[in-house]
């Protein structure tokens, strides 16, 4: 059978951007330093990074876990099969029983689990987590399942037709679209035509409320525009807290698309401006990343281990804790 050779080409997509801003060295490690860590031949340093890039922490894996279940239920729902809740709540604490037993036991390491986990940084670095954090992460994940089921939103699903579903969660392979040129990933969790007939473009949140969020939407509702060619003003985006019950619209109009290409061309030109090939998307030495200087960044870092930060982001919890209680809870998708 003829391999295909990956090649690492240049792509934007929101969380690129975050983790840009955040840690020059974490975006060094996380898209370039790990590429090829999948080859069992691969160096050992790129394999460590390849393993650890993967690893979650426990609250984006609760929020993984809801929007995998989301994305199943309205699936049935568009095939015209009935769910109930229960079963759906048994299934997610399967799911979560059997991955917390790969992740305490890291066996990440030498075995394959399942393509959206593969195990947790509290595991990999030993972090004392109480019993009582790791069931309220279950209850996150109880919480946002029922609040779900009793909202608008299972009526709203099953009165669709056909023509009116344009994509549940549908993937890296599938949810892009090119932007000056450049391939920009953007995963709306629902998208679907409403009964106006306006295109509406939903994310759901299992975290609080934070700045970002809308420019995240923006996104999706120009690839949804895009795609299904829609003009862009006509789609309404929506925000879904589904632990807060909340939900927000986000205004577009041609002024915020505007506003998004202009932050997405300035992103781009900084990533770019850190290659010494463009058209290769050959990044520059790895001194060129600094670590960032705000280690809170670092104590929830897959990286900190490698990087070389292991001990002053421990001190740091350390010292956060004694003063403050626990460190506040990190976003989450
Ligand atoms: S441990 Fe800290 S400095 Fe190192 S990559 Fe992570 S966030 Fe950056």
Redesign the pocket.
Known sequence: MRRTTLTNDFSWSKSRHEKFS?????Y??YYYRSWGGWEAEAPKDVRELYVLKKLNNRYSWAGSVVHECVRDVLLDWQAGRSVELADVEARARRLMQDDFRHSVKKAYWTQKHRKPFTGLVEHEYGEPVPDEAWKQNWETVRQALGWFFSSRWPALARSLKPAQWLEVDAGFDFSSFTLDGVKVFAIPDFAYVDDTGAPVVVDWKTGKARDGYDEQVLGYALYVSQRYKLPVEKVRASLVYLNEGLEQDVQVDLAAMEAFKARFAQSVASMRGMLTDVATNTPKDATAF???E??A??VR????RP????E??AQFQAQQQQAQGPAPTPKVA
């Open positions: 955040e840690c020059l060295r974490a060094y490690l600094p670590m960032t705000n280690v960044m670092c870092c897959a990286f900190r990087c070389g930060r292991l002053a982001a």
